[in-house]
């Protein structure tokens, strides 16, 4: 048991390193917005497509996602999936076109798809419940510390250098590295686990059993909508900009400081709903909390200094990492062989609805010429998001898993 848990903590630790790097590359682009939409000479409907170029396909593979890890395994998964991530950023970082920028955020999206699903696998077959929710934390965490090096290291490449390409470039090179880690590291799961022969799976049945699960709507339609309410991160270093009177670099500062938050909100909230021994009522409190901050800085007059911007998004950072705990949700609410299918469904949905939601965003600030009314329509996503939640959604810890057979 002792070589078991040093072994899903070495693991942890190469995992989130990929995980790290993998969320400055899909962050790059929204970090860069302000200066492709100058480079490229193109709108901010254009530039949103540019950011869905990567999270649609991302949404859509989703859906193999969860079968792959049962297929072939999440080490090969993670493993050859990262070295298609790698070409794709090559490419994006080699590109000064928008057709082949949007062809690189399309294989990216394609090679980081398959990466959380498997790596939440890998964790659930490592560690015990009791610690599980905390280690989704750290991995989750490290997706804030990979998005700050991009939203703060960008912005200041650009101001100090002139340049973003040689950051990026280093960025790259950490991947290559650590996906060697990963090929000798990386093991599917204790040795018992990891020696069992691969099952032919049923793909049909396997999904109509997943759906026959009432336990799984609750958090499947509150991720997905999840993916409206928070359209906002993608956009947030432009609105900053053009709606609160901030330079690049101060738009950077906060949106990195979110991210930090994110980084630290996602451990508090993996620890506190452990500690707790709850799934739904952190839920319910961090989901709330980051509506209403969302509010307040919708509301708030431009002008009035970087201090309060930051703090405000470095609350809604940490009040918006709720989403990692939905993944312990529904490994809770699926039986471990359909687990990873369910989150292949439920982040599939939630990312396609949210990447057409992101161009949706801009177009319509292209139209009104004010980011008010898309921010209000996020709002009211946003509270119907919590009532139905609130209604609807079930404790899961600690519940055994039924799945419905025929």
């Known amino acids: 048991m002792e070589k078991q848990r040093q072994v899903g903590l070495i693991i942890l630790a190469t995992i989130s390193v990929t995980y790290l790097v993998e969320n400055f590359l899909r962050s790059a682009a929204s970090a860069l917005t302000p200066v492709l939409i100058e480079e490229l000479a193109i709108t901010r409907g254009a530039m949103g497509f540019l950011i869905t170029g990567y999270f649609l396909i991302y949404g859509v593979m989703q859906f193999p996602a969860g079968f792959l890890a049962n297929i072939l395994g999440p080490r090969r998964c993670i493993v050859w999936f990262t070295a298609l991530t790698c070409v794709g950023s090559v490419l994006f970082w ?24 498997n790596a939440v696998t890998l964790i659930s077959r490592w560690f015990p419940l009791d610690k599980r929710a905390t280690a989704i934390g750290v991995l989750s ?209 939630s990312t396609i609805l949210s990447s057409l939601a992101t161009p949706a965003y801009g177009s319509l600030v292209d139209m009104t010429g004010s980011y008010f009314l898309p921010n209000i329509i996020c709002i009211g996503l946003g509270l119907i998001t919590v009532v139905l939640l609130a209604v609807f959604m079930k404790e899961t810890y600690g519940i055994a898993p039924k799945l419905m057979t025929h």
């Open 141 to 349: 965490a490290s997706s804030g510390v990979g998005a700050f090096a991009s939203y703060m290291g960008l912005p200041l490449a650009v101001t100090v250098w002139g340049d973003w390409r040689t950051l990026y470039l280093a960025m790259l090179g950490v991947l290559v590295v650590n996906w060697g880690m990963n090929f000798f590291i990386i093991k599917d799961g204790p040795t018992e686990m990891s020696t069992t022969p691969k099952t032919r799976i049923n793909v049909v049945g396997s999904i109509k059993d997943i759906l026959h699960t009432r336990e799984f709507y609750p958090p499947l339609i509150g991720f997905m909508m999840m993916g409206f309410t928070f359209v906002l991160y993608s956009w947030i270093t432009q609105y900053l900009i053009e709606d609160k009177a901030l330079s690049y670099v101060e738009a950077g500062i906060v949106s990195s400081i979110g991210t930090v938050a994110g980084f630290i909100g996602c451990l508090l909230i993996g620890v506190v709903s452990d500690r707790l021994k709850r799934r739904k009522l952190p839920v319910i409190l961090f989901l709330g909390l980051n509506l209403l901050l969302l509010i307040v800085l919708v509301y708030l007059p431009a002008g009035l200094g970087l201090p309060i911007y930051a703090a405000l998004w470095f609350l809604m950072g940490v009040a918006g990492s709720v989403w990692m705990l939905f993944f312990s949700i529904v490994s809770e609410v699926l039986p471990t062989e359909r687990a990873g299918i369910g989150l292949g469904l439920m982040n599939g949905l």
């Open 94 to 117: 080699m590109s000064y076109r928008y057709e082949l920028l949007f062809a690189a955020q399309f294989i990216m999206g394609i090679g980081t798809s398959v990466f959380y699903i």
